[in-house]
């Protein structure tokens, strides 16, 4: 990825309030914490989350990471109650967009992780959660909104690496899993092959 240039600066000034998003929704989780001192943020790593599993649309995961949700309203809360939470970005199926940690901040998203030769992802990571189904596919209006939002966050930091929860976490966790487009997202951001997890497959080049 090239070095950010002047007008890139001025962009991405107007796009962040700090580290917060300008075309979020902003929901403040109290789960988050400061990162390390000379932390590098250059990594996003994806996730998929829907509570109950399979179920979209409702307020479950903005509760959940919010530490508001009714352990009682569902069998499946038991198997999380007590769980505490966050991811920076939380993208629905329509593509709307919520934020609940500062980007600058450490959001509690990836857990026992390694990466690119580092440990503990979350010291160094943007957390973005897809409401979906690990392995099922997502929707248009998602990868329309993780495209726009990775965008603007390499306006703001200097991202080198893109990864899902599973690569961070091999054999710990599963997600986005098979479903998710990843020739989608590299086509669209036009970011070098280095920058993702190494075999997922990549479109091939124009000539």
């Not at 991202?159 to 054999?171: L, M, W």
Request: charged share 20%; net charge negative.
């Amino acid at each position: 990825m090239a070095a950010t240039t002047a007008p890139e600066v001025q962009q991405a000034t107007a796009l962040w309030c700090g580290g917060w998003y300008r075309f979020a929704r902003h929901l403040p989780s109290p789960n988050f914490g400061p990162r390390p001192p000379g932390t590098t943020i250059d990594l996003i790593v994806l996730h998929s989350i829907s509570l109950p599993p399979g179920e979209y649309g409702g307020e479950e995961v903005l509760s959940l990471f919010t530490n508001t949700l009714d352990w009682e309203a569902h069998p499946y809360f038991q198997q999380i109650r007590g769980l505490q939470v966050s991811a920076h970005f939380f993208i629905r199926r329509d593509g709307q967009l919520w934020q609940f940690v500062d980007g600058d901040a450490r959001a509690w998203h990836a857990g026992t992780s390694s990466y690119r030769g580092r440990d503990n992802c979350n010291d160094d990571s943007i957390g973005i959660e897809l409401e979906g189904l690990d392995g099922e596919a997502f929707e248009s209006a998602q990868y329309e909104t993780l495209m726009s939002l990775c965008t603007a966050l390499a306006q703001r930091y200097p991202i080198r690496h893109i990864a899902g929860h599973e690569h961070i976490a091999p054999g710990r966790k599963p997600d986005p899993g098979a479903g998710f487009a990843w020739q989608q997202l590299q086509d669209a951001l036009a970011w070098e092959a280095r920058c993702f997890p190494e075999g997922v497959p990549m479109p091939p080049r124009s000539r």
